[in-house]
């Protein structure tokens, strides 16, 4: 599997982005809100995955559209999955993953241990 970090020049990110395919945009946060920055996410069906850069910010580009599972890691936290996520050609925003320490794993009442939530 091959991850792509988050590109701090936008305009060389979009110069390769297939205006057929879909781009999908989010953010990863903890419970407090704050931003985890260098978190793991990826595409569960195809592998394809980046890395959140220092504000929470991630983007996969060229994504073939389809519905997924969108998964969260980050050191420290319970993994977060986000399922049945459509993806359709164009710019796919807000995606939202709120992911809590793995200490409190038995403190909190979830699915899969993780809390995943779309905007």
């Known amino acids: ?3 792509f970090t988050f590109e701090a020049d936008e305009n060389a990110r979009r ?3 297939d205006p057929n395919l879909g ?3 989010g953010k990863v946060l903890d419970m407090d809100g704050n931003a985890i ?3 793991r996410v ?3 069906e195809t592998g394809q995955c980046t890395y959140s850069d220092d504000h929470g ?3 996969l580009i060229n994504v073939a559209p389809a519905v ?3 998964i969260a890691e980050s050191e420290g936290y319970s993994q977060s999955v986000s399922a049945d996520i459509p993806v359709e050609g164009g710019d796919n925003p807000g995606h939202l993953f709120v992911m809590c320490p793995q200490y409190a794993r038995s403190r909190i009442d979830r699915r899969r241990g993780a809390l995943a ?3």
């Open 15 to 17: 110069q390769r982005m």
């Open 23 to 25: 781009h999908v945009r």
């Open 68 to 70: 997924y599972s969108l």
């Open 37 to 39: 920055r260098h978190s």
């Open 117 to 119: 939530f779309q905007m």
């Open 57 to 59: 910010n991630f983007v």
């Open 42 to 44: 990826w595409i569960r």
């Open 1 to 3: 599997m091959v991850c």
